[in-house]
Nanobody, 128 residues
Framework: QVQLVESGGGSVQAGGSLRLSCAASGYSISNNYMGWFRQAPGKEREGVATIYTGSGSTVYADSVKGRFTISQDNAKNTVFLQMNGLKPEDTAMYYC?????????????????????WGQGTQVTVSS
């Protein structure tokens, strides 16, 4: 049974930092596409960052480029999202997701329907 478990969310002031973790079990993050998504109340879910763990290639949404960094630790079977320079508009539930069985097809920002497994989410709240 595949499980993705996010952690690391919380409440911070604008300009602060958080590091989200996504620990996978029953699934190997190696040579797969992993993504972080977020959804704010009343808004659609949006892709934030994607990594292809085979090559380490990454891509980001324009809204977070230069502030967020997605990374991997294959030994821990975990993907991270380092979030710096947080803004109130970053407030959302953040979800980790995985695309299963995909070969290296370059890098693009994963869309929700392309993901096979999802975590339960971790809340990030940024106050001004």
């Amino acid at each position: 049974q595949v499980q993705l478990v996010e952690s690391g969310g919380g409440s911070v002031q604008a300009g602060g930092s958080l590091r989200l973790s996504c620990a996978a079990s029953g699934y190997s993050i190696s040579n797969n596409y992993m993504g972080w998504f977020r959804q704010a109340p009343g808004k659609e879910r949006e892709g934030v960052a994607t990594i292809y763990t085979g090559s380490g290639s990454t891509v980001y949404a324009d809204s977070v480029k230069g502030r967020f960094t997605i990374s991997q630790d294959n030994a821990k079977n975990t993907v991270f999202l380092q979030m710096n320079g947080l803004k109130p508009e970053d407030t959302a539930m953040y979800y980790c997701a995985a695309r299963d069985g995909a070969t290296d097809s370059g890098i693009w920002l994963l869309r929700g329907y392309e993901c096979d497994y999802w975590g339960q989410g971790t809340q990030v709240t940024v106050s001004s």
